[in-house]
T-cell receptor, first 115, second 112 residues
Framework: GAVVSQHPSWVICKSGTSVKIECRSL??????MFWYRQFPKQSLMLMAT?????????EQGVEKDKFLINHASLTLSTLTVTSAHPEDSSFYIC???????????FGPGTRLTVT | GENVEQHPSTLSVQEGDSAVIKCTYS??????FPWYKQELGKRPQLIID?????GEKKDQRIAVTLNKTAKHFSLHITETQPEDSAVYFC???????????FGTGTRLKVLA
């Protein structure tokens, strides 16, 4: 149980365009999901907390107008990278709380490359 | 702000030997400490966790110890196997939330 999926698994886009990444909890409802960013050979950096039915909470230094998060249902959160630039290229990973305490279950990640 | 330090950054061991990875956290109110294993390009997988009211937890070849007074916790892997090779991340919960701060990661190589 507690399976999280992400789509797409990888995406290449041109500079200036927007990209949407979906995070779904497949076998449970997740009122809270998290979005992380991971650069090569580095740790996971929390970008924002996504709460169903309310606005996302962004970590310090993360531009909320650039990284739009929507948590429209108990099984789906989306991250839209707006006006993408090459420096936005990274591995984006979501996680979800399964209502069993503190355990976060991670999606497989989305590799974004902006050319 | 809250911080988690992790050492070493790389660790090579011979197959069958033990591996130990150590983390130190700054928030004395942290109460949940998971360890994740991440293979290249894959999702982090939870391998073991410990809560602040427990000093040690073991699951087969993997164990975690927690010293709340010193604010550090360690991952112990015994009888290492080549498939244990991966990057391991520790994390600590941020008090009053379900958020984590992750350590910087340890790249473990188990040499056959």
């Amino acid at each position: 149980g507690a399976v999280v999926s992400q789509h797409p698994s990888w995406v290449i886009c041109k500079s200036g365009t927007s990209v949407k990444i979906e995070c779904r909890s497949l076998d449970f409802q997740a009122t809270t999901m998290f979005w992380y960013r991971q650069f090569p050979k580095q740790s996971l950096m929390l970008m924002a907390t996504s709460n169903e039915g309310s606005k996302a909470t962004y970590e310090q230094g993360v531009e909320k107008d650039k990284f739009l998060i929507n948590h429209a249902s108990l099984t789906l959160s989306t991250l839209t990278v707006t006006s993408a630039h090459p420096e936005d290229s990274s591995f984006y990973i979501c996680s979800a709380l399964a209502g069993r305490g503190y355990e976060q279950y991670f999606g497989p990640g989305t590799r974004l490359t902006v050319t | 702000g809250e911080n988690v330090e992790q050492h070493p950054s790389t660790l090579s061991v011979q197959e069958g030997d033990s591996a130990v990875i150590k983390c130190t956290y700054s928030d004395s109110a942290s109460n949940y400490f998971p360890w994740y294993k991440q293979e290249l390009g894959k999702r982090p997988q939870l391998i073991i966790d410990i809560r602040s009211n427990v000093g040690e937890k073991k699951d087969q070849r993997i164990a975690v110890t927690l010293n709340k007074t010193a604010k550090h916790f360690s991952l112990h892997i015994t009888e290492t196997q080549p498939e244990d090779s991966a990057v391991y991340f520790c994390a600590a919960s941020i008090s009053g939330t379900y958020k984590y701060i992750f350590g910087t990661g340890t790249r473990l190589k188990v040499l056959a």
